[in-house]
């Protein structure tokens, strides 16, 4: 029987620094729809079908966010608001415990279909329990097998876990088959940070998608990276965002 593969996309409305962001324009389109859109060209990379789902809250808030998904014909779950982990076990229902889950959020629109592909399909030659770009990445998602996210799900105790899903398989990768990848992985550059977490982000991001999206809102990597270096995007200092982890060789 061959592998299922999930993505699911965390989305809410209830950002501190940008309330609201995931329905924000980009080019014309919501950066949701921008995230989704990115996610669902994977299959096209991988040549097998792929499922996206969105994974939002029960809070009367997000409610716009479904309303959104329904429009674009895209299933969306809502689960616990804090408790992250737990939403993306819900989001797994119905896979076998060797599929695969991907995760990605909904702050992330230049997500790169290619490598994203190009990563789960060393998840699956690797036969890894979990696998991501080392110190996590903003274009490419990561992977991890369903029975150890359903493991997560039932014993992981941290809050700080179980809001962001997968710093415990970074933090102890000897107690995994744990496969990260180098963070300038397939010519990434990690020195960019593409997110959207603040207004200076996403007027930055409008910006580009202004100028690069008009045609294809699918735009490659390549392209982001030459207009970043043309206008000079800033490279701002990379705090740390857990503590450091040991990559471990498997196999």
């Not at 994203?116 to 110190?135: D, F, G, M, P, S």
């Amino acid at each position: 029987m061959e592998t299922q593969v999930r993505i699911v996309i965390q989305a809410r409305m209830g950002s501190t620094r940008l309330p609201g962001k995931v329905l924000l324009p980009l080019g014309g389109r919501e950066l949701l729809w921008h995230v989704v859109r990115r996610m669902q060209a994977v299959s096209r990379y991988l040549h097998r079908p792929v499922q996206v789902v969105v994974a939002t809250t029960t809070r009367r808030e997000d409610r716009p966010i479904a309303d959104r998904c329904r429009d674009w014909e895209v299933p969306c779950l809502r689960g616990p608001a804090q408790d992250v982990l737990q939403r993306y076990a819900l989001a797994s229902a119905g896979l076998w415990p060797w599929d695969v889950v991907v995760r990605a959020t909904a702050d992330n629109p230049l997500y790169c279909p290619r490598r994203a592909a190009r990563l789960i399909r060393r998840h699956l030659e690797a036969k890894a329990q979990y696998t991501c770009v080392a110190n996590l990445s903003y274009v490419v998602p990561e992977a991890i097998r369903c029975h150890t996210l359903r493991q997560l799900a039932q014993w992981e105790w941290d809050p700080y876990c179980r809001e962001h899903v997968t710093p415990h398989l970074r933090r102890y990768p000897w107690r995994y088959r744990v496969q990260q990848l180098p963070s300038h992985w397939e010519g990434l550059r990690p020195e960019y940070r593409l997110t959207v977490d603040t207004p200076e982000q996403y007027k930055q991001m409008a910006r580009l998608f202004d100028a690069l999206g008009k045609e294809d809102p699918l735009f490659p990597l390549e392209a982001v990276y030459e207009y970043l270096d043309r206008m000079q995007w800033p490279v701002p200092c990379h705090p740390a965002e857990e503590a450091p982890t040991v990559a471990m060789p498997f196999g």
